[in-house]
């Protein structure tokens, strides 16, 4: 099992630009997660998907938009990128049930916008 | 929304010292999770806890699941090097359906000094 992975592993581009992060899990879970980190900020959620076909806003969406691919698969694109955009982006997955939740997490996408 | 206050920010212990870091909430969690992250990885989770007042050990890590619900604490006893890194908490309320968010503590940063 590989988990939860991301790629790519560290990207730069410039004001304007587009790209997708791509996240895959072999865990079979129905909840995957986009989260960004920031110095001092902790985690925050930036998009979820709680099961295969849905995508909900978390708590920092502007910016970015989301596909749930599959079951496997949840993506993360940025159309139009800006330096507050620099960041290092998880993806995260959990079974989601029973109110027993656990998010595994990828290794990270580190972005840089310049 | 939800805000988890993690404390200390920062430590910088000796090896073989205890530590001991806790979150606090001014809202009712039903879960909370203490991950670790390693410098340029993902965070890994340490402990779960589902139940106020439990208690729950990994090795040198113990946790505990407050009686109120509202807070949570991390003890690492006999600290070695290899404990150095950011530690999070974060309490999960169920938010209904089949997906559970979580809300993320800033963090503590360990670091331990040989």
């Known amino acids: 099992n590989a988990g939860v992975t991301q790629t790519p592993k560290f990207q730069v581009l410039k004001t304007g630009q587009s790209m997708t992060l791509q996240c895959a899990q072999d865990?079979?879970?129905?909840?995957m997660y986009w989260y960004r980190q920031d110095p001092g900020m902790g985690l925050r959620l930036i998009y979820y998907?709680?099961?295969?076909?849905?995508?909900d806003k978390g708590e920092v969406p502007n910016g970015y938009n989301v596909s749930r691919l599959n079951k496997r698969e949840f993506s993360l694109r940025l159309e139009s990128a800006a330096p507050s955009q620099t960041s290092v982006y998880f993806c995260?997955?959990?079974?989601?049930?029973?109110?027993?939740?656990?998010?595994?997490f990828g290794p990270g996408t580190r972005l840089l916008v310049l | 929304g939800q805000q988890l206050n993690q404390s200390p920010q920062s430590m910088f212990i000796q090896e073989g010292e205890d530590v001991s870091m806790n979150c606090t909430s001014s809202?009712?969690?039903?879960?909370w999770l203490w991950y670790k992250q390693d410098p340029g990885e993902g965070p890994v989770l340490l402990i779960a806890?589902?139940?106020?007042?439990e208690l729950t050990s990994n090795g040198r890590l113990t946790a505990q699941f407050g009686i109120t619900r509202k807070d949570s604490f991390l003890n690492i006893s006999a600290s070695i090097p290899s404990d150095v890194g950011i530690y999070f908490c974060?309490?999960?309320?169920?938010?209904?359906?089949?997906?559970?968010?979580?809300?993320f503590g800033k963090g503590t940063l360990l670091t331990v000094n040989p």
């Open positions: 995260a997955s959990s079974e989601g049930w029973g109110g027993r939740e656990t998010q595994y």
């Open positions: 865990m079979n879970h129905n909840s």
């Open positions: 998907s709680a099961s295969e076909g849905t995508t």
């Open positions: 809202s009712i969690f039903n879960t």
């Open positions: 806890l589902y139940k106020a007042g």
């Open positions: 974060a309490g999960q309320r169920n938010s209904g359906g089949s997906n559970y968010k979580l809300t």
